[in-house]
T-cell receptor, first 114, second 116 residues
């Protein structure tokens, strides 16, 4: 079945440093979505990328979708303490029966040291 | 924006009993809803895909007779954990797909199940 690999699993940064998490899918994706989960909270949708090579920005966050639609990255510039949490990528797939499902990466836990 | 309501947020039940978790899309119709399970410090694992008016599609390794899913309307899906055991204790979360927003998926706030 489809697999989505996400690295790194943990990332410690000093406040103000940049942060990047990467996702790679074993199969071509229809689209990829990114979620942020704060400790004790639930995943919150950040963004969806659909087009090959797409780049989207949300303030300090930059999201990229690879040309082959099999990899993606999330980059945070100048991290702040509010960025703490786990960032998940999720690839949307279509099954033969027409049912869609998201395959999540294992997440990258971002820890920020003041 | 779209809101997905999940209830209850926390539930404790005794071993051997059944517990039902509801997932409602409050301001949009969701023909497809998804149920996930998350163990501590682990990723979300898709359990099943629920389509309104038809049987749910379960992921490999998920017991369909233990995790009963019903999607009776365009705004409600339920997950029933039958004959619960302590190892079923977990965080269960649902999501609903909004066709009007290009396959964007909205998550409920999750349900913490503890089986004692």
């Amino acid at each position: 079945g489809q697999q989505v690999m996400q690295i790194p699993q943990y990332q410690h940064v000093q406040e103000g440093e940049d942060f990047t998490t990467y996702c790679n899918s074993s199969t071509t994706l229809s689209n990829i979505q990114w979620y942020k989960q704060r400790p004790g909270g639930h995943p919150v949708f950040l963004i969806q990328l659909v087009k090959s090579g797409e780049v989207k920005k949300q303030k300090r966050l930059t999201f990229q979708f690879g040309e082959a639609k099999k990899n993606s990255s999330l980059h945070i510039t100048a991290t702040q303490t509010t960025d703490v949490g786990t960032y998940f990528c999720a690839g949307l797939r279509y099954s033969g029966g027409g049912a869609d499902g998201l395959t999540f990466g294992k997440g990258t836990h971002l820890i920020i040291q003041p | 924006g779209a809101v997905v309501s999940q209830h209850p947020s926390r539930v404790i039940c005794k071993s051997g009993t059944s517990v039902k978790i509801e997932c409602r899309s409050l301001d949009f119709q969701a023909t497809t809803m998804f149920w996930y399970r998350q163990f501590p410090k682990q990723s979300l694992m898709l359990m099943a895909t629920s389509n309104e008016g038809s049987k749910a599609t379960y992921e490999q390794g998920v017991e369909k007779d233990k995790f009963l899913i019903n999607h009776a309307s365009l705004t409600l899906s339920t997950l029933t954990v039958t004959s619960a055991h302590p190892e079923d204790s977990s965080f269960y979360i649902c999501s609903a797909r909004s066709f009007l927003e290009g396959n964007t998926i909205y998550f409920g706030e999750g349900s913490w199940l503890t089986v004692v």
